[in-house]
T-cell receptor
């Protein structure tokens, strides 16, 4: 069964610094991978997704993630943090075509320090 | 388009009371989902409906029932609420089967059971 592990339930970075949120996945078949963001008191929205077209995936708001099969990782990065990036971020995985279900990680809350 | 809407936004129940959470989507999506979100636990799937007329259990179905009323609406019922069901509930929808499809989330319902 597929699963994701997000390293660090809380991450703090200074405004303007690099954002790196870590995600490792486990899947018996090549996966689809997603990053979702949740702003306070809102539902989740998709940041980006990997579906095998390219290993480096660009998303909204300047975020990107790189699929590394050898490391079973799909880390999320942004070169320069902005105060508006403060939110909770969820990595998610699904099996290709087996069913509709997406398995979410436990989330990483990103704090931006002025 | 309103996207995915949920009612109510907030609810307080006493132990043993029942209630139904309503969800509707106007994107003509085939698949719909109910999740619960608890601190440190991420999102856990309660039930889902791959298409109109079908429903399936997710990871944490005990204590809940669902109805896919039509293509637009998917309701979640708590027959006898328990304090362990205090949570934030999210409804989501996606175009169809296959894990590549993005899920669109509603704004959530905050439920407290005393």
């Amino acid at each position: 069964a597929q699963s994701v592990t997000q390293l660090g339930s809380h991450v703090s970075v200074s405004e303007g610094a690099l954002v790196l949120l870590r995600c490792n996945y486990s899947s018996s078949v090549p996966p689809y991978l997603f990053w979702y963001v949740q702003y306070p008191n809102q539902g989740l929205q998709l940041l980006l997704k990997y579906t095998s077209a390219a290993t480096l995936v660009k998303g909204i708001n300047g975020f990107e993630a790189e699929f590394k099969k050898s490391e079973t990782s799909f880390h999320l990065t942004k070169p320069s943090a902005h105060m508006s990036d403060a939110a909770e971020y969820f990595c998610a995985v699904s099996d290709r075509g087996r069913d509709d279900k997406i398995i979410f990680g436990k989330g990483t809350r990103l704090h931006i320090l002025p | 388009n309103a996207g995915v809407t949920q009612t109510p936004k907030f609810q307080v129940l006493k132990t043993g009371q029942s209630m139904t959470l309503q969800c509707a989507q106007d994107m003509n999506h085939n698949s719909m989902y109910w999740y619960r979100q608890d601190p440190g636990m991420g999102l856990r799937l309660i039930y889902y409906s791959a298409s109109e007329g079908t429903t399936d259990k997710g990871e944490v179905p005990n204590g809940y029932n669902v109805s896919r009323l039509n293509k637009r609406e998917f309701s979640l019922r708590l027959e006898s609420a328990a304090p362990s069901q205090t949570s934030v509930y999210f409804c989501a929808s996606s175009v169809g089967t296959g894990g590549t499809y993005e899920q669109y989330f509603g704004p959530g319902t905050r439920l407290t059971v005393t």
